[in-house]
């Protein structure tokens, strides 16, 4: 494994090319170089095997290539708090992660992995090089939306397979599924499995539909920012264990019409902006992986200003608010 690609930002902190962060990554965010395309045929992703997207893409960022020995010196000062490894769905790309995570593990720094299903004897294998973290992509919420965007190589029975092994194998707490708002799915659907994986013991990435150029999805529309915030929002109550799912209610369309929690204390979360922020790993916070510096924010890679939050309540959940 001679090369590795490389996010910007991450190529940018590391010091590999010359440019400006406007908010500093705190995770190096790696992906496997391979010169063709994935296997797999997400209708989002420009690594899709039909996508006409760039090969140095994937979802809005730039992911340049660079020789894994450079790489490697320049992790060594320890400037990021982890490692995430994403990974394309090629022949040998098992093999390709093992050698990647046997060069990357030595400097000490958390390695998380997202890598397509593969067997739990590999999961233990990569649990013993030292993987402190799974990620689990099934980007849809259930098996029907599964089906039409993931393509004919992946199953929704397989990723349920795979999220259970990681479970056993990393433990609670460990595996990540990350989980893609705007593919058509209703709020109550959304929230029907973000519930599920949570009672699995998982955590869950949450990104916004970003339409690539050269992808299946290409003209699709972003999901709104209000379905966007009250999906953010009811995640982290439920994570947290603050409320149930039977505590929030839904009107005819699947939407989140009503959190039967105390006003005070739901303004108290929202207030905190911790509901906002970029979700998923620790120390993961992706910035402008889905959304322009000018924004707007999907994910917060900083925990949102005073204003930002007033914002926030005043017109991105100002119905949710209204109905307490």
């Known amino acids: 494994m001679q ?7 991450t190529a940018i902190l590391l010091k590999l090319v010359k440019g400006i962060c406007q908010t500093t990554p705190t995770t190096a965010y790696l992906m496997t170089y391979y010169n063709g395309k994935c296997k ?9 095997k039909d996508s006409r997207g760039r090969s140095d893409m994937l979802s809005r960022v730039l992911w340049p290539k660079f020789r894994l020995s450079d790489v490697i010196n320049a992790l060594s000062s320890k400037t990021v708090k982890r490692i995430c490894i994403q990974t394309l769905n090629y022949n040998g790309f098992t093999r390709d992660v093992s050698r990647i995570v046997d060069s990357l593990i030595n400097i000490g720094i958390p390695i998380s992995l997202s890598i397509p299903p593969v067997s739990i004897s590999t999961l233990r294998e990569f649990k013993l090089k030292g993987v402190e973290r799974i990620g689990v992509s099934f980007d849809a919420v259930n098996p029907e939306i599964f089906s039409e965007i993931k393509g004919e190589t992946y199953s929704w029975s397989k990723h349920t397979r795979f999220l ?3 479970l056993k194998i990393f433990g609670r707490g460990n595996v990540t599924v990350h989980i893609i708002i705007g593919l058509g799915e209703s709020e109550s659907e959304a929230l029907k499995f973000i519930n599920e994986v949570i009672s699995k013991g998982a955590s869950i990435g949450l990104f916004a539909f970003t339409p690539i150029q050269g992808t299946k999805l290409e003209h699709k529309v972003r999901p709104s920012i209000e379905k966007y915030r009250k999906l953010q929002l009811t995640t982290y109550l439920l994570e947290k264990g603050i409320i149930k799912l039977d505590d929030i209610e839904f009107n005819g369309r699947g939407e989140v019409l009503k959190i039967n929690i105390e006003r005070n204390r739901l303004l108290e979360v929202i207030d905190s902006g911790l509901p906002f922020i970029t979700r998923g790993c620790p120390d993961c916070n992706r910035p402008y992986y889905n959304e322009e510096p000018r924004g707007p924010y999907y994910n917060y890679p900083l925990k949102p200003s005073i204003n930002e939050i007033e914002r926030i309540k005043a017109l991105e959940i100002s119905s949710l608010l209204s109905h307490m």
């Open 3 to 9: 090369y590795i690609r490389v996010s910007i930002g």
């Open 164 to 166: 259970d092994n990681a």
């Open 40 to 48: 797999a045929n997400c209708a989002f992703c420009p690594q899709a």
